[in-house]
C-alpha cells in the first residue's frame, strides 16, 4: 500500500533554532517528492522538489533531504523564523498512474518568541 | 504569471442545502485542474481532475460532483450537503503533462451545519 508518514506531528520551537522533519514513504516506483509549507488556513505552496536522483535541495532556509533507498526525506529549518509556523507537507509522486500524489499529514511546527 | 482564485474563503451551509465552489485559473491554458478536500488533522484527498473541458475524473465516490464549463474554470457541485461534508477544499492546478506539478490555490472553509 502506498503511504506517507511524516513526523513528528506537531513540534514546538524557539526563534532561532534549527529543526528537522521526516518523511517515510512506501510509494513504489518513486518519481519525486515536494515539501509544501501550507500556512494556517491557507494552500500550500511548495518549498522544494526532488526526484529519485537527487540527494539534496535548499530553498533560503529550508533544505530537503532524500534517501530513495531508505524512502526516507527530512526537511532542516536553519535559524527559525515566527513566520516559519505552519504546517509542513511531504508529498510523493508515484512514477505510473494518472493523477495520484500521496500527501502525508502534515507535521504542524509553532515557533514561538 | 499565473494565479488560482477561490471563492467563497468561508461557508457556513446547514444540511441539505446545495453547494457550489469555483475555482478559477489565469496566466495559463489548457491546465489539469484538481479538488481536494483537507479535513482537520487530515492530508489531502484528491476528489476530482480534470484535463480539458467537459472531462472529469471522480477519485473517490461521495456525495460531491465536479464541472469544468471553461478552460481555467472549475466548479465543485453538490445537491445536499451532509454534515461530512465539512473542510478545507483546495483546488490546484497544474502543466499539461506534468503530474506532479500542482499549484494550490488559498481553499474555501466549509463548515455544515
Known amino acids: 500500500k502506498n503511504q506517507v508518514e511524516q513526523s513528528p506531528q506537531s513540534l514546538i520551537i524557539l526563534e532561532g533554532k534549527n529543526c528537522t522533519l521526516q518523511c517515510n514513504y512506501t510509494v513504489s516506483p518513486f518519481s519525486n517528492l515536494r515539501w509544501y509549507k501550507q500556512d494556517t488556513g491557507r494552500g500550500p505552496v511548495s518549498l522544494t522538489i526532488?526526484?529519485?536522483?537527487?540527494n539534496t535541495k535548499s530553498n533560503g532556509r529550508y533544505t530537503a533531504t532524500l534517501d530513495a533507498d531508505t524512502k526516507q526525506s527530512s526537511l532542516h529549518i536553519t535559524a527559525s523564523q515566527l513566520s516559519d509556523s505552519a504546517s509542513y507537507i511531504c508529498?510523493?509522486?508515484?512514477?505510473?498512474?494518472?493523477?495520484?500524489?500521496?500527501f502525508g499529514t502534515g507535521t504542524r511546527l509553532t515557533v514561538i518568541p | 504569471s499565473q494565479t488560482i482564485h477561490q471563492w467563497p474563503a468561508t461557508l457556513v451551509q446547514p444540511v441539505g442545502s446545495p453547494l457550489s465552489l469555483e475555482c478559477t485559473v489565469e496566466g495559463t491554458s489548457n491546465p489539469n485542474l484538481y479538488w481536494y478536500r483537507q479535513a482537520a488533522g487530515r492530508g489531502l484527498q484528491l476528489l476530482f481532475y480534470?484535463?480539458?473541458?467537459?472531462?472529469i475524473s471522480s477519485e473517490v465516490p461521495q456525495n460531491l460532483s465536479a464541472s469544468r464549463p471553461q478552460d481555467r474554470q472549475f466548479i465543485l457541485s453538490s445537491k445536499k450537503l451532509l454534515l461530512s461534508d465539512s473542510g478545507f477544499y483546495l483546488c490546484?492546478?497544474?502543466?499539461?503533462?506534468?503530474?506532479?506539478?500542482?499549484?494550490f490555490g488559498p481553499g474555501t472553509r466549509l463548515t455544515v451545519t
Open positions: 508529498v510523493v509522486s508515484p512514477r505510473s498512474g494518472a493523477n495520484n500524489l500521496f
Open positions: 526532488m526526484t529519485f536522483s537527487e
Open positions: 490546484a492546478w497544474g502543466h499539461r503533462g506534468v503530474r506532479y506539478e500542482q499549484y
Open positions: 480534470s484535463v480539458g473541458i467537459g472531462q
